[in-house]
């Protein structure tokens, strides 16, 4: 999976460690999910100012929210992205740099397992789950655990 990561706000000090940690969990969701190697994800993080923007005229609330995805392959087909020797950028992951401080500080583990819980989440969004009903919900979260369980980052280790 290609991954590129950009650092757009100065608010919040991303440690260096968070690249690898962000990478590592979109390549564990791409083997797990059987994408090719040429997948692409865009991540940028971003300020709680920019982030409720987007919130705003993309989805119409008006507040600052954690993690935004945005699809490049919205419609009734699902992505031809198993296997393929094409390049295809499956979209892009806007994560609010303030919000996962105040998150990870609320939930009692801290910035990278927060950051990286938010990738995974807006990647799975990407790929289609979602939690809107409580099945779906379901199927999400279990994913979400089992691509942090292999980063040593999920609710288990944290006492959840």
Do not use: C, W
């Not at 990278?112 to 979602?130: F, K, N, S």
Request: without cysteine; aromatic residues 4%; proline residues 3%.
């Amino acid at each position: 999976m290609i991954v590129s990561l950009e650092n757009k706000q100065d608010k919040v000090v991303i440690p260096e460690e968070m690249e690898k940690l962000l990478k590592g969990a979109m390549n564990i969701v791409a083997k797990r999910q059987k994408l090719g190697d040429k997948v692409e994800v865009d991540i940028t993080i971003v300020d709680d100012e920019e982030i409720h923007a987007l919130n705003k005229q993309y989805r119409k609330v008006d507040r600052p929210t954690d993690v935004l995805s945005f699809a490049l392959d919205e419609g009734e087909e699902e992505p031809e992205v198993l296997d393929s020797d094409t390049e295809h950028l499956l979209g892009d992951i806007i994560i609010s740099a303030p919000k996962a401080v105040a998150q990870g500080e609320e939930f009692g583990h801290g910035l990278p397992r927060e950051m990286t819980y938010l990738a995974v989440h807006g990647i799975l969004h990407l790929l289609g789950y979602d939690h809107m009903k409580e099945a779906d919900k379901t199927v999400m979260r279990k994913e979400e655990e089992a691509v942090l369980r292999e980063m040593d980052l999920s609710e288990e280790f944290f006492g959840g």
